[in-house]
């Protein structure tokens, strides 16, 4: 069985639309959701934000563009909100992954899981 599902698993929008997409997992031991995104112009995975617990955080690239909210620890669900797409430059794959995340005190307070 599917231990991450992400709906829509499909999605049609234009320019100027909102979006939310939703993801869930099901590991009783993972507290973070991390969000990706996937662009024809540019193969490699981008980080758009990740749920940490209760905590969002967005990347520098994607902030006052993209939002990630939810709960990853206790109701294991996290969402992308996309308020106002921008055409080509928001067409890609977004990809959502489940993970326990890794923290790191020195130099600084960073949690993110090392990919």
Known sequence: TDKVHQTPTAILKGPEDKVQLNCSHTVPSYNM????????????????????????TVEDSFKGR????????????????I??????EDS???FCAASKAQ?????????????
């Open 66 to 81: 993209f939002n990630v909210s939810g709960d990853a620890a206790a109701n294991k669900m996290a969402y992308l909100h």
């Open 83 to 88: 308020p106002k797409l921008r055409g080509a």
């Open 103 to 115: 923290c790191f005190t020195i130099p600084s307070l960073l949690c993110k899981n090392p990919l």
């Open 33 to 56: 959701i991390l969000w990706y995104q996937q662009s024809a112009q540019n193969t490699a995975l981008k980080l758009i934000g990740y749920v940490r617990n209760t905590s969002p």
């Open 92 to 94: 890609a794959v977004y």
